[in-house]
């Protein structure tokens, strides 16, 4: 196997960017320099002519003074020659070591030299002066300033002969020729300086044309090389991924595509590999799925189906077809409402169209169906949504058929049903049995007590004896009749509720109890009570026993019971109060 260049894409097409950064930021800074060369040169230039300009008018503002011997013309002087004076500040401040910009800009200024164009003419003097041309150029503009400064002397002495009256026509003559002189040695110096510059600025061009032309075919070289060196790669790897792609379209999972890089395109042929040996692997799993699945729904006991959009069956176990009566091959493609009963479809419906919107499943939801041949089932299913990239497709649902249990559980209901009604007929009988039995029984107590009370001297031996048997025997029946009673009061009989005055029904109770009242010596207080809507002989009875507690539980002192009635929001509170030993809550 060929040993695999490690070198990445990526990496390759950083390095041709880096070089055409490279070349670019240096083509960049050429044409910056060049700017900056041009700019100086153009400043210089039009310096020159400034200067040139100065130093003319200072000649001639001089001469017309000598003329005329006017304040004015000495003062158009000045102006002038200030000028040139200018420029040589700054040229003597750029030559020192450590230069100050502003002593620099001032003096340029002065010489009529815009500020902007100062920082050019600084670069190019600080870092071109030993290139010949500039060279030459500078040591030009020396000479002619060395025959500038010679005006100041003239010009003073001419200013002294004014002012002294003593500027006679031969010290005139003198002074015109000094003058001539200066401007006739300038005049060739101020054109050579021109010259210089312009001479340079177009050899700089044309150096700077050369290297930029150089740069340029290295660069289309350099780019030309690492293409064809690139696109050879990938075409090889590009036709290897190709065969692969079109062998594994046609089901072939078996050869892997060989890796003829270590670059990109080789991870990416790694990764080919790897996705062939996945897709392997999840095909031997999506068939152990498909089995396991098919097991799952062909072994269950409920049914289990999918619905697409519109209701139709599109996949279903076999207990759907049993349930439904259908077989497969019919039920797949047939809607879920042409078999529910048409009262039941618009909720089934509308519980469907919730679920495939997103809205709320449905669960655990109980309806009736007709098998095919007609036959009424009741079912309980639960439907959910189907989802592929998060849009709802279809649903799945399951189904149970609970007809037998239902038909259980409505046999299980009229046995209750039938149970309750009997056990409603035994505690009415009950309640009203003992009832009957103890208004006798009240009775024969109360009077055989006021029978031993009143009248014992009449009771001989016997009689006291037979009272006993009667009281003995009264006390079991009462205890009998009791048990019966407290089992009737598990559930008692429809309440008859009618207006009734309540102090009668209370007096009838106390009556009841008169012989254990009396016997235990008793006071029954009852306040006045309203009439009320009750159940008159529930009533009684209920009276009846919270008197009867008073008296039984009474303690160590002679019963005393207080029977009230207070007035509620909506209702009223009736108390029987007693001074015994109490009720637990």
Known sequence: MPRLSRTLISTKLVAIVGVFVAVISAVIGLFVLAYNVSAGVRAYVGGEGLWSKGQKDAVFALTRYLDTQEERAYRDYLSAIAMPLGDRAARLEMEKPELDPAVVTAGFVQGGISAEDVPYMIFLFRYFDAVPYFAQAIEVWRQAEQQ??????????????????????AKRSELLARIDDINARVTPLEQQFSSVLGSGAREVQALLLTVTLAIAAALIAMGVLFAWSISRNLRASIRVLHEGTVRVAAGDLTAPIPVRSGDELGALAVMFNTMIDARREAEAALRTAN??????????????????????????????????????????????????????????????????????PVTNRECHIHRKGGEALTITFSIAPLMRDGVIFGVVGVAEDITARKRAEAEREAHAQELARSNRELEQFAYVTSHDLQEPLRTVTGFVQLLSRRYPEHLDGDAKEFIGYITDGVARMKSLIEDLLAYSRVQR?????????????????????????????????????????????????????????????????????????????????????????????
């Open 493 to 585: 009989a429809d309440v008859v509720a009618e207006p009734t005055a309540m102090d009668a029904l209370v007096r009838a109770a106390i009556a009841n109890l008169r012989g254990a009242i009396d016997a235990a010596e008793a006071t029954v207080v009852a306040e006045p009570l309203p009439v009320l809507t009750v159940d008159g002989s529930q009533f009684t009875q209920l009276c009846q026993n919270l008197i009867g507690n008073a008296i039984k539980f009474r303690g160590a002192v002679a019963p005393r019971i207080h029977i009230l009635a207070i007035p509620q929001e909506r209702d009223w509170l009736f108390s029987v109060a007693d001074n015994g030993i109490g009720i637990d809550a």
């Open 291 to 360: 089995d396991f699945r098919e097991k799952v729904m062909e072994g269950a006991t409920n049914a289990i189906y999918t619905l697409d959009l519109d209701g139709r069956f599109t996949t279903a176990n076999q207990r759907t077809c049993e349930i439904t009566g259908y077989p497969l091959d019919e039920l797949i493609g047939q809607t879920w409402a042409t078999m529910v009963p048409a009262e039941e479809l618009p909720e089934l419906m509308a519980g469907f169209i919730s679920t495939v919107q997103g809205r709320e």
């Open 148 to 169: 500038v400064l010679r005006l100041p002397p003239v010009a003073e002495a001419a200013r002294a002969a004014v002012q002294a009256g003593a500027l006679t026509a």
